[in-house]
């Protein structure tokens, strides 16, 4: 069975510094994609990243990268240069081939930013 | 957001009433994805439809739940007879195919709250 993995609830980290989201993945597929959304006290769901297995490079997007080690079963979105907007709850997902828009979601992790 | 639209985005009802939540996909979208986020977690899949066929609703409580998707008009989630448990936001992503396509895009939810 496919499941992700959040270890932190909480994360504090100052306005302008960078940070790392841990989110670890368990599944037999080879071929899978790997998500990250925010969502901020508004309530909407905000697509952020996706990082599919086979993609060489790890995805950018902006200030957001997502850290892909394959081996490890690990996708850590990493924010660069935090921002006070950026305070949310980010929630890591996953997907499996061929399965369109049926993904299995973390816990999540509340980030908080300091100004 | 890649234009899913769902409404209404809050609704209350008592306990025993009807609730109906609508998702519009995006343009030439003919997959459906309904989740459900419980206070305090992350989404949940419920049930997946393609136009006029139920494809996998694995995730969706036996009873007093149900979801269509018509030829014509929106995708509509339905709760009969709801309950203080069934308190919660309720997402609707779409996709063009089952296939791995890259970023998936919600829509910006719709909160139910049952008295």
């Known amino acids: 069975a496919q499941k992700i993995t959040q270890t932190q609830p909480g994360m504090f980290v100052q306005e302008k510094e960078a940070v790392t989201l841990d989110c670890t993945y368990d599944?037999?597929?080879?071929?899978?994609?790997l998500f990250w959304y925010k969502q901020p006290s508004s309530g909407e769901m905000i697509f952020l990243i996706y990082?599919?297995?086979?993609?060489?490079q790890n995805a950018t997007e902006g200030r957001y990268s997502l850290n892909f080690q394959k081996a490890r079963k690990s996708a850590n979105l990493v924010i660069s240069a935090s921002q006070l907007g950026d305070s949310a709850m980010y929630f890591c997902?996953?997907?499996?081939?061929?399965?369109?828009?049926?993904?299995?979601f973390g816990q999540g992790t509340e980030l908080s930013v300091k100004p | 957001n890649a234009g899913v639209m769902q409404n209404p985005r809050h609704l209350v009802r008592r306990r025993g009433q009807e609730a109906r939540l609508r998702c519009s996909p995006v343009?030439?979208?003919?997959?459906v994805y309904w989740y459900r986020q419980l206070p305090e977690e992350g989404l949940k899949f419920m049930v997946y439809?393609?136009?006029?066929?139920?494809?996998?609703e694995s995730g969706m409580p036996k009873e007093r739940f149900s979801a269509e998707f018509p030829k014509e008009g929106p995708s509509i989630l339905r709760i009969q007879q709801v309950v203080r448990g069934d308190s919660a936001a309720y997402f609707c992503?779409?996709?063009?195919?089952?296939?791995?396509?890259?970023?998936?895009?919600f829509g910006e939810g719709s909160r139910l709250t049952v008295l």
């Open positions: 992503a779409s996709s063009p195919s089952s296939l791995n396509t890259g970023e998936l895009f």
């Open positions: 599944t037999s597929d080879q071929s899978y994609g």
């Open positions: 990082q599919g297995s086979y993609d060489e």
């Open positions: 997902a996953m997907r499996k081939n061929n399965q369109g828009g049926k993904l299995i």
């Open positions: 343009k030439g979208h003919s997959h």
């Open positions: 439809l393609q136009k006029e066929n139920i494809i996998d």
